[in-house]
């Protein structure tokens, strides 16, 4: 599966954003999906991750209560939908893929990943 990340910008702090991932390839339905951020010299880091129904979703403690991960089979696209964001949510954006097993916070455990998407929060 091939992902492309896009929707990143630059916005000030409080603002809302949404990043969308759309997928091509067979079977995305199938996938467990995630999105992780890096910011320059930090370490990857887990933001969310959505089962292949949609039906569970987990969230880094950074982002829970702020950030929504949701999908649409259908469109063979995942989102990241960002509210209240603050200037330490700045990064670039990755959508990643897993195709076996439950939901993971650990990136070594996802097989696909694409170009990111840069997320600036001014102050």
């Known amino acids: 599966v091939q992902l492309q990340a896009s929707g990143g910008g630059l916005v000030q702090a409080g603002d809302s954003l949404r990043v969308s991932c759309a997928a091509s390839g067979r079977d995305f339905a199938s996938y467990v999906m995630a999105w992780f951020r890096q910011a320059p010299g930090k370490e990857h880091e887990f933001v969310a991750a959505i089962s292949w129904s949609g039906a569970t979703a987990y969230y880094g403690d950074s982002v829970k209560g702020r950030f929504t991960i949701s999908r649409d089979n259908a469109k063979n696209t995942v989102y990241l939908q960002m509210n209240s964001l603050k200037p330490e949510d700045t990064a670039v954006y990755y959508c990643?893929?897993?195709?076996?097993?439950?939901?993971?916070?650990?990136?070594?455990?996802?097989?696909?990943w694409g170009q990111g998407t840069q997320v600036t929060v001014s102050s």
């Open positions: 990643e893929a897993k195709g076996r097993g439950g939901i993971a916070r650990i990136p070594s455990e996802y097989n696909y």
